[in-house]
Structures are given as structure tokens and as C-alpha cells.
């Protein structure tokens, strides 16, 4: 299927917001979003549960309104009701809605022609997603990883332009994960703008071409995964069989910032993990020793612990 293939060649960023906000009632959900991503991008949200992500994701979506700032999807405005924006944009929301007695096969081709898409479509989306074998299958009976699945689906059957999944990966195990990570990949493969949640960091690292973290309704971090880690004060951990070596001699080499036993291993952490692993090798030889470079969880926890003062890594 070729029909709204985007062309790549569109004017503008996909999404532009502006000092976005959003309050229930005292609570201040959204507290001034300010972000742009462009067309083609892999664009991760992440942050601790109730951080924002949803409220900020189903504004972008027009399922919400925001209380003031402004925002900008695919050029034209969400918000009130865009009906020219459905068919553009794909949406699987954390508590989807199904029509539970139809077959998969039928409450997907239900969507596709909710959107006016090509009936095709649909077992196209169904293997896509995984979903080949449970055509036939009620939705009621689907297990919580299908029924995900079909979540998913329904964003995608109408081949949309920009693509909004909130968690879609929170139920899947850990092969239906992976095979999600090669669906999203192809799409954005094919041109597609994708903006997503994610609690897995280590998938919005091996995704996301940048990642915003949000706490407490604002964006504390913005970039690419690899920029947020280099620029991180995480350190690098060195991993040395105890029988190896003690911690105080451990203690004992330049560049080493810390030392802890963890398991059957002396932890040396340190940001020069070169020269450390030079000395090291020298004094006890390398074998058996394990290096843990810093991570995108690594980067998340400093920010959301410090940000939320929840078991922070002080
Ligand atoms: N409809 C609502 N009414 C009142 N409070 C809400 C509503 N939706 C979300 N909230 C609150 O707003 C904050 C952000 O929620 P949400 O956007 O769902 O965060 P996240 O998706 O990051 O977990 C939370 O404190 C949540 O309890
Ligand atoms: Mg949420």
C-alpha cells in the first residue's frame, strides 16, 4: 500500500508546542511544555507515573485541551476537534477501547473503515502486529499482550503520518517486545513521525532518535539518548571478581571515585575508565572483569530522583 505514504517533504516540524499547560482541579499536571518534533522523528516522553505524559500525549492528540499555550499538529491547530487531522494521525491510548465482541479481524476492519481506509489494511496490520493467527479470535478472549496488539493495530491500520502510542510496550513480554521494536522501526523506516511513553529505558534508548523527561508536568531533559548519557554524571563501573581484588586496594587507584562490594564483585566507579582499566589490568590482569558504561537509566534516575526527591541516588 503506497496511498498516504508521507512524502518527507512536508513543510514544518510534526508537532510544535509552546508553553503548554494543563491543571485538574490544583493539580498543575502540565507546567509550560514547550517542545518541537520534527517530521520523521522517533520522539520518546518519558518520566516517573505521574509525571504528565499522558496529559501531554492526549493533548498533542486533541483528545484534551490545554489551558493555554499553544500547539501545532502537523501545521493546524488539535484543538477544537480537527476532524481534516484524524485520518493523519494514528492513536493508541493507555486505556483503549474495543469493540469486544467483534472478532480481531473485525474490530480492526471496524477502524479501517471508521478512517476510510483500504480494507486491505487489515490483515496487512494484523500480521504486522503479530496478530495473523488470532484473525478469528474475540477480543475478550485475546490475552492482555494481544489485546495490546490490537491497540497498536488500530493506530496503525490507516497507515497514519504521525503516530502516538502511550506505554504500548507496558504489557508485552519480552519477544512480543522486541518484535514491536522492528514494527516501530520499519515505520519510521518509512517516514513516520513517532511520539511514545515508555517506562523501558533501555528500548526508548535503542529507539528514540531524542527522548524529552518530564517530572512533575515539566521537561527537565531534551535530546538524544547519547547526548543525555554523555553529558551525564553517571560514572562507569568496573565490575572485578572479589576474589581478585580487595576494595581498599581498589580505593587505592587514581581515577577510582568509589568502591562497593555488590554480589561477587568489587565495584569501582569512575569517570576514567581508561586509565583505571590500564592500572587495573597491570596490577590484577582483566580477566573476568565487567564494564557497565552509563545508561539511559542512569541519566533518568539522576533527574527524576533528584527532581522528585523519591529514592534519589544521591
Ligand atoms: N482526568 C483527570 N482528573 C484529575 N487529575 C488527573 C486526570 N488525569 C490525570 N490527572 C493527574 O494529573 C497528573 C498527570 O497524570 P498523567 O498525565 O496521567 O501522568 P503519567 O501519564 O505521566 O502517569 C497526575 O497527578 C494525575 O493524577
Ligand atoms: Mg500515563
Redesign the pocket.
Given at each position: 500500500m503506497t496511498q498516504k505514504k508521507p512524502t518527507g517533504q512536508a513543510a514544518g516540524p510534526a508537532l510544535v508546542l509552546e508553553g503548554v499547560r494543563k491543571r485538574?482541579?490544583d493539580?498543575q499536571?502540565l507546567d509550560g511544555i514547550t517542545l518541537t518534533v520534527e517530521r520523521g522523528e522517533f520522539f520518546g516522553v518519558l518520566?516517573p507515573?505521574?509525571?504528565?505524559?499522558?496529559?501531554?500525549v492526549e493533548i498533542m492528540e486533541g483528545l484534551r485541551r490545554a489551558d493555554s499555550g499553544s500547539l501545532s499538529v502537523l501545521g493546524a491547530p488539535p484543538w477544537p476537534r480537527n476532524m481534516a487531522l484524524l485520518p493523519r494521525i494514528g492513536v493508541q491510548t493507555q486505556s483503549s477501547a474495543f469493540f469486544t465482541r467483534l472478532t480481531a479481524r473485525e474490530h480492526l476492519a471496524t477502524v479501517a473503515a471508521l478512517y476510510g481506509a483500504d480494507p486491505a489494511g487489515v490483515a496487512r496490520t494484523l500480521s504486522l502486529v503479530g496478530l495473523a493467527e488470532q484473525g478469528g479470535v474475540r477480543v475478550d478472549v485475546l490475552s492482555g499482550g494481544q489485546r495490546q496488539r490490537l491497540a497498536i493495530a488500530s493506530a496503525l491500520v490507516h497507515e497514519p503520518e504521525l503516530i502516538f502510542l502511550d506505554e504500548p510496550t507496558a504489557a508485552l513480554d519480552p519477544q512480543a517486545r522486541r518484535a514491536l521494536w522492528q514494527v516501530l522501526r520499519a515505520l519510521k523506516g518509512a517516514g513516520r513521525t513517532i511520539v511514545y511513553?515508555t517506562h523501558h529505558l533501555d528500548e526508548a534508548e535503542a529507539l528514540c532518535d531524542r527522548v524529552a523527561i518530564?517530572v512533575a508536568g515539566s521537561v527537565v531533559a531534551l535530546d538524544s539518548p547519547g547526548r543525555l548519557v554523555g553529558a551525564a554524571k553517571a560514572p562507569t563501573r568496573l565490575l572485578v571478581p572479589a576474589d581478585r581484588i580487595t576494595a581498599e586496594r581498589a580505593r587505592g587507584f587514581e581515577g577510582v571515585d568509589r568502591v562497593v562490594v555488590e554480589g561477587g564483585s568489587v565495584v569501582l566507579e569512575t569517570r576514567a575508565a581508561g586509565p583505571v582499566l590500564a592500572a587495573l589490568g597491570a596490577a590484577v590482569g582483566l580477566d573476568g572483569v565487567r564494564t557497565r558504561t552509563a545508561t539511559l537509566e542512569d541519566v533518568y534516575l539522576e533527574l527524576t530522583g533528584e527532581l522528585t526527591g523519591s529514592e534519589g541516588r544521591a
Amino acid at each position: 500500500m503506497t496511498q498516504k505514504k508521507p512524502t518527507g517533504q512536508a513543510a514544518g516540524p510534526a508537532l510544535v508546542l509552546e508553553g503548554v499547560r494543563k491543571r485538574y482541579g490544583d493539580k498543575q499536571a502540565l507546567d509550560g511544555i514547550t517542545l518541537t518534533v520534527e517530521r520523521g522523528e522517533f520522539f520518546g516522553v518519558l518520566g516517573p507515573n505521574g509525571a504528565g505524559k499522558t496529559t501531554l500525549v492526549e493533548i498533542m492528540e486533541g483528545l484534551r485541551r490545554a489551558d493555554s499555550g499553544s500547539l501545532s499538529v502537523l501545521g493546524a491547530p488539535p484543538w477544537p476537534r480537527n476532524m481534516a487531522l484524524l485520518p493523519r494521525i494514528g492513536v493508541q491510548t493507555q486505556s483503549s477501547a474495543f469493540f469486544t465482541r467483534l472478532t480481531a479481524r473485525e474490530h480492526l476492519a471496524t477502524v479501517a473503515a471508521l478512517y476510510g481506509a483500504d480494507p486491505a489494511g487489515v490483515a496487512r496490520t494484523l500480521s504486522l502486529v503479530g496478530l495473523a493467527e488470532q484473525g478469528g479470535v474475540r477480543v475478550d478472549v485475546l490475552s492482555g499482550g494481544q489485546r495490546q496488539r490490537l491497540a497498536i493495530a488500530s493506530a496503525l491500520v490507516h497507515e497514519p503520518e504521525l503516530i502516538f502510542l502511550d506505554e504500548p510496550t507496558a504489557a508485552l513480554d519480552p519477544q512480543a517486545r522486541r518484535a514491536l521494536w522492528q514494527v516501530l522501526r520499519a515505520l519510521k523506516g518509512a517516514g513516520r513521525t513517532i511520539v511514545y511513553t515508555t517506562h523501558h529505558l533501555d528500548e526508548a534508548e535503542a529507539l528514540c532518535d531524542r527522548v524529552a523527561i518530564v517530572v512533575a508536568g515539566s521537561v527537565v531533559a531534551l535530546d538524544s539518548p547519547g547526548r543525555l548519557v554523555g553529558a551525564a554524571k553517571a560514572p562507569t563501573r568496573l565490575l572485578v571478581p572479589a576474589d581478585r581484588i580487595t576494595a581498599e586496594r581498589a580505593r587505592g587507584f587514581e581515577g577510582v571515585d568509589r568502591v562497593v562490594v555488590e554480589g561477587g564483585s568489587v565495584v569501582l566507579e569512575t569517570r576514567a575508565a581508561g586509565p583505571v582499566l590500564a592500572a587495573l589490568g597491570a596490577a590484577v590482569g582483566l580477566d573476568g572483569v565487567r564494564t557497565r558504561t552509563a545508561t539511559l537509566e542512569d541519566v533518568y534516575l539522576e533527574l527524576t530522583g533528584e527532581l522528585t526527591g523519591s529514592e534519589g541516588r544521591a
